[in-house]
């Protein structure tokens, strides 16, 4: 049962980080965040994503990269040239390391308004960091897995953070409907997303890009909105369109 619950605890944190930090803030600045909660929520995005931790500004490069050539052969991850899932990470996990290094400067579209700290990010994408990560959720494991195939579900913690991005992308762009013509294959993968977090809205999420509401049909829903509203309430946060 604590299998369980880690499991699903560390897939909705990660989740979340990489939703409302990596790609609502730091890719699109949906909302505006004061010093004390920037800081919060780029630690929490370092602790969720643990041994897989994506940093902000490679995020967001790769991200305004895939909205501008969307489909395209330019597209960082495009499921529409790569023959499974696996090679499109991989194509994609060596693009990631280009900007996570900063081994190249990106085009000048894509430059600047980064989210950063460059402590966390150089602790965070550290091997010691990740191995450290790594050895605590087989620790986890090795005093709580009480049953063979709850194994089967540990180097999903290993791989977290890309994980997500590689469900958005391919499922995203290769399964559902459209509610409109963007020039491009983006789906919307099913109007209750959930387990995704509202990330599998791409084709609303490529029609309006800087909207913080993820669905845009009656029947559709976007589980994140309303807790962003919540904190724009709170003052956590301030909604670019409050």
Not at 1 to 29: C, D, E, G, P
Not at 75 to 97: A, C, I, K, L
Not at 216 to 236: A, G, Q, S
Request: aromatic share 22%; proline share 5%; hydrophobic share 45%.
């Amino acid at each position: 049962m604590y299998i369980i619950l880690f499991f699903i605890a560390h897939w909705f944190v990660s989740l979340f980080v990489q939703t409302f930090f990596l790609h609502r803030y730091a890719s699109h600045k949906m909302f505006h965040l004061n010093n004390f909660w920037y800081r919060f929520f780029y630690i929490l995005t370092y602790v969720g994503q643990g041994a897989s931790y994506l940093k902000p500004k490679a995020y967001a490069i790769m991200h305004r990269m895939h909205h501008a050539f969307s489909d395209t052969e330019k597209d960082p991850h495009s499921p529409h040239f790569f023959e499974d899932v696996f090679q499109m990470m991989w194509n994609t996990r060596g693009q990631y390391v280009i900007y996570e290094k900063d081994l190249e400067q990106p085009e000048p579209q894509f430059r600047g308004d980064y989210a950063e700290w460059k402590f966390i990010d150089k602790i965070g994408t550290s091997m010691t960091s990740r191995v450290l990560f790594s050895l605590g959720y087989v620790a986890f494991y090795v005093v709580f897995a009480t049953q063979w195939w709850m194994w089967l579900f540990l180097p999903f913690h290993f791989i977290m953070g890309p994980l997500h991005g590689a469900i958005v992308n391919w499922c995203g762009h290769k399964y559902g409907y459209a509610n409109f013509d963007n020039k491009d294959k983006s789906k919307n993968t099913t109007p209750f997303d959930f387990l995704m977090l509202g990330e599998l809205f791409q084709n609303n999420h490529h029609k309006f890009p800087n909207s913080a509401n993820f669905a845009k049909r009656w029947f559709e829903f976007d589980p994140v909105y309303p807790m962003l509203k919540v904190m724009h309430w709170c003052r956590i946060i301030r909604l670019r369109s409050a």
